[in-house]
């Protein structure tokens, strides 16, 4: 073809016309040879641009040229075998304008040809290096590399072809040239790749070719119609009308994605005049084509590469039944199959296991296992099966030395990785081995076999100590062994080495034992003497099933034995099984104890959950009842304190039974509780000065409204008392010991150490600031030591300004240099100093402090004040706030009409802090 006029993308109707002259000779030609000759090279899109008229008229001109139906078919397919093209090259080899960018350099390959010499069975790294070589462009190495890999397994479709593509660029000479016709034949043994099958046409067509091309292809159900139009131009030119219709006819019995389409065509030209058989085929095609789509959709939609695998497999079990009367199609199918999954050994034994049904006899099946155990020769079964295959259909000579050669082939390139699979191939060698020794009738020959057995037995010892030292799957191969060392080589030693290696993997089992007494009993080097110890001490060891070797002994007796030693047999008999059932007993009574145990244990810990569960319900009872009596209570005490008023302005000289009296005249009165100043005693009998305040309950609520509208306001004693409805969430009911009307508390902390916070050093620290009417120190719940913190009521205003005078002060009695906070006391949820909310009729008479208005509680405590960023110490947050208005209750001499205080902006609460 490098000799041929070149074409161009604007070549004349008449440069192609000489083109096809050139070309006579190769009747299919598609649209990759047409590429391929055009010179600059053509692609598949600018194939495409041309109007499809044009193509087909420019090429039909001449009289070898193919048809307008070949024609049009690779006008439709050229885009996509250019994409076939681009997706083989981007996943198995760089393109070749990266090729032309990359630079693979000579120490790149080598790197990679001596991992290929460590790990020689790893496909991906042959496939790398032979890249890498072709990339180099040293094609020596590269055709070596190609045949090693080559000897070792099938290669995959890209390797092939580019291959055969490089192979070609350099053919010159006859014998180079028939070199690329040996690569098209083995690539097509190995599988039947449609696109190497297509060039292989295209280039080196004839008749043979195209009959062989059918068997192959024509039963392909997807692409198949392609090579039938292609060999129908080929039997148009060459075969006479009658052969022509029976041959293309027989297209018509093979279910495709063509099957309707050639119906119809056929149908309709007169040449074919189809009779009753020929519509049964084709409808039965048509109606099997049917169900096959389903499959082939669902294959081909399918991305993951284990689902297509499961899917292939239902497809493939769906077709030994579905198409039962069409072997050749399905052996297109498992061809389809092995192609994509060449290397899982399940699709191929199942390829095997139908074809050898099938064809049985047939010597192809040499080839199908050949083909299996190079894309797989790992796989201990495909080898096991070749292995007899061989042996079946070859002849004794050939086969001996196949059978031989793929036994040091597989040896020496270590390429099995399961310990089965080991087993597999060893067994299968020494069987053959073993059929072959019986059937040699040459004393000479003979001893050559056993040399070969025993090295294959060394061979098996050697490679499981190696690789796996813990496995026994070589069992039944040492067990063969042994039976074959005993009653045909009659090799006693041997034998015992054999059967202690059985025992050593084994251990005491019946299948050891049975292979001793096996031995003993029926070889001709057993013994009677040592078959009854064996027994003897079978009787004894056998753990895995003791009752039947002991009816085996028994039996063995009966038969061989006198009654004396029948006697002997059954006495140790019963003697071993009255042992085993009293340990057999001891271990069901442990046992049953234990699972007694266990219940009883179940059943405690169960018990133990239905008390806690019942005692959970139990609580939760308790606790509805308790919550029932609860919102009870809150009744209650809503109603009491609907009945129950909050009187202030009380004299402070002022008794209960006073106040009792002063509103008795209003309604019956239930209780009156008057707050006391614990520290002030007055009267002759000394009873605690009130504060000022108390809590006046009647026995009805209209009482309580009537003495808030009679009382509210009311002098007496020369104040005014201030009368509303009782609040229990006040601060008065939480701290009844405390003057919560007065602001005179403050907080003080930070005593180091904490032992130091003592009501006497407080007292003593503090004796200058104002009288001190109460210290409370906060002591720990557990150890009732001092917690470092204190609160200090003084009498007056005056004291507290003093008390926070102190603030970051050190104390004589603390650590030296650690100073103490000192603060005004707002405690956790007390409410700001306001009055008590008044009727609803009444209007505000009570003024807020600004500062305790804005200010949330953690603002009257500075947190910064122990870790000051500047040598000047910051003031307390109250003391550097804006002058507080004091509240003033309503009724007073500080009574005041009510402020109204404009919104603060942030600015103003910036300026506040």
Request: one cysteine or more; proline letters at 4%; hydrophobic letters at 30%.
């Amino acid at each position: 073809m490098s000799d041929s006029p070149p074409l161009n993308p604007d070549s004349t109707p008449s440069q192609v016309s000489i083109w096809l002259d050139y070309h006579d000779n190769s009747r299919f030609i598609s649209a990759t040879d047409f590429a391929k000759s055009c010179n600059p090279p053509w692609n598949g899109t600018a194939l495409l641009s041309t109007e499809r008229e044009d193509f087909i008229s420019h090429y039909s001109v001449q009289k070898s040229a193919p048809s307008k139906e070949i024609l049009g078919q690779i006008h439709d397919e050229a885009a996509k075998t250019n994409a076939m093209q681009v997706d083989s090259s981007s996943d198995d080899s760089d393109s070749d304008e990266d090729s032309a960018e990359e630079v693979m350099d000579d120490g790149e390959s080598n790197r990679l040809e001596v991992k290929m010499r460590e790990n020689p069975n790893d496909e991906s790294i042959r496939l790398k290096y032979i890249q890498s070589l072709r990339k180099l462009g040293d094609l020596s190495r590269l055709r070596q590399a190609r045949e090693e890999m080559n000897q070792m397994t099938t290669l995959p479709e890209v390797v092939w072809r580019e291959w055969i593509e490089d192979e070609e660029k350099i053919a010159t000479s006859a014998e180079e040239k028939r070199f690329v016709i040996s690569l098209y034949e083995r690539a097509l043994d190995e599988f039947r790749y449609p696109e190497i099958w297509k060039e292989y046409l295209e280039k080196h067509a004839s008749n043979e070719l195209y009959s062989r091309m059918i068997t192959e292809m024509g039963y392909h159900s997807v692409f198949g119609s392609a090579f039938w139009d292609a060999f129908e131009e080929q039997l148009n030119s060459t075969e006479g009308p009658e052969s022509y219709r029976s041959k293309i006819l027989a297209r018509l019995k093979i279910p495709s994605l063509s099957s309707k389409d050639f119906y119809e065509k056929v149908s309709k030209d007169e040449n074919f005049k189809l009779n009753k058989e020929n519509v049964t085929n084709a409808e039965r095609s048509i109606q099997l084509w049917s169900e096959m789509e389903e499959f082939e959709r669902n294959i081909s939609a399918e991305n993951d590469l284990t689902n297509r695998f499961y899917l292939w497999f239902s497809y493939l079990e769906w077709s030994e039944e579905g198409l039962k009367s069409y072997p050749l199609s399905i052996v297109s199918l498992y061809e389809r199959a092995v192609i994509e999954f060449k290397n899982d050994a399940r699709i191929w034994l199942k390829y095997l296991k139908y074809f050898a049904t099938q064809f049985n006899g047939d010597s192809k099946i040499l080839k199908l296992n050949e083909r299996a155990c190079k894309s797989c020769p790992w796989s201990g079964d495909l080898i096991t099966n070749n292995f007899r295959v061989m042996e079946r259909y070859l002849q004794t000579e050939k086969a001996e030395n196949e059978i031989e050669k793929l036994y040091k082939k597989i040896y020496i390139g270590v390429s099995i990785t399961t310990d089965y699979e080991w087993t597999e191939y060893f067994t299968a060698y020494s069987d053959f081995l073993i059929r072959k020794w019986r059937k040699c009738g040459d004393q000479e020959e003979k001893k050559t076999i056993e040399t070969k057995f025993r090295q294959n037995y060394n061979d098996t010892i050697s490679t499981f100590e190696y690789y796996y030292p813990q496995s026994v799957e070589h069992l039944r191969f040492l067990i063969a062994a042994a039976r074959f060392e005993a009653f045909d080589l009659k090799n006693e030693g041997q034998t015992r080495i054999l059967v202690e290696e059985v025992f050593k993997k084994e251990g005491n089992t019946l299948r050891s034992f049975q292979l001793v007494l096996e031995i003993e009993r029926y070889s001709p080097i057993g013994d009677a003497e040592r078959l009854r110890k064996q027994f003897k001490q079978a009787s004894i060891k056998v753990i895995d099933a003791p009752d039947r070797m002991w009816q085996e002994w028994l039996t063995y007796e009966s038969q061989y034995g006198d009654l004396a030693s029948w006697q002997i047999a059954y006495d140790y008999v019963e003697k071993q099984r009255t042992e085993r059932y009293k340990k057999a007993t001891r271990a069901i009574e442990k046992e049953e104890n234990a699972l007694a145990e266990k219940e009883r244990r179940k059943k405690e810990k169960e018990e133990k959950k239905e008390a806690s569960y019942k005692r959970k319900l139990e609580l939760r009872e308790e606790e509805k009842k308790q919550e029932v009596e609860v919102k009870r209570q809150k009744i209650n005490e809503a109603e009491q304190d609907n009945r129950t008023v909050i009187v202030t302005g009380f004299p402070l000289d002022m008794r209960s039974d006073e106040v009792e009296k002063t509103f008795s005249t209003i309604g019956k009165i239930k209780e009156v509780r008057l707050m006391r100043d614990k520290d002030k005693v007055v009267g002759e009998d000394k009873i605690y000065q009130n504060k000022g305040f108390g809590f006046v309950e009647f026995e009805e609520e209209s009482s309580a409204a009537e003495a808030i509208k009679k009382m509210n306001g009311f002098e007496l004693g020369g104040r005014i008392l201030k009368v509303s409805i009782s609040n229990k969430g006040s601060v008065e009911q939480r701290h009844p010991t405390r003057d919560s009307s007065s602001a005179h508390t403050v907080y003080v902390s930070q005593f180091v150490p904490t032992a130091t916070c003592t009501e006497e050093n407080i007292r003593s620290l503090f004796k200058n600031c104002g009288t001190v009417k109460n210290v409370r120190v906060n002591l720990d719940r557990k150890s009732k030591q001092p917690r470092g913190f204190a609160y200090i009521d003084f009498e007056d205003e005056k004291g507290v300004n003093e008390a926070l005078k102190l603030n970051d002060t050190e104390t004589p009695f603390g650590t030296s240099g650690h100073k103490i906070k000192v603060a005004i006391s707002n405690p956790k949820g007390a409410p700001h100093k306001a009055s008590v909310a008044p009727l609803i009729d009444e209007p505000i008479t009570k003024t807020i402090n600004q500062s305790q208005m804005m200010k949330p509680r953690g603002l009257l405590v500075p947190r910064q004040a122990a870790k000051p960023k500047s040598s000047l110490a910051p003031k307390p947050k109250l003391l550097s706030a804006s002058p507080s208005v004091p509240a003033v209750v309503s009724g007073g001499d500080n009574q005041s009409e009510p402020q109204k205080t404009a919104p603060k902006s942030n600015a103003d609460f910036r300026k506040f802090l």
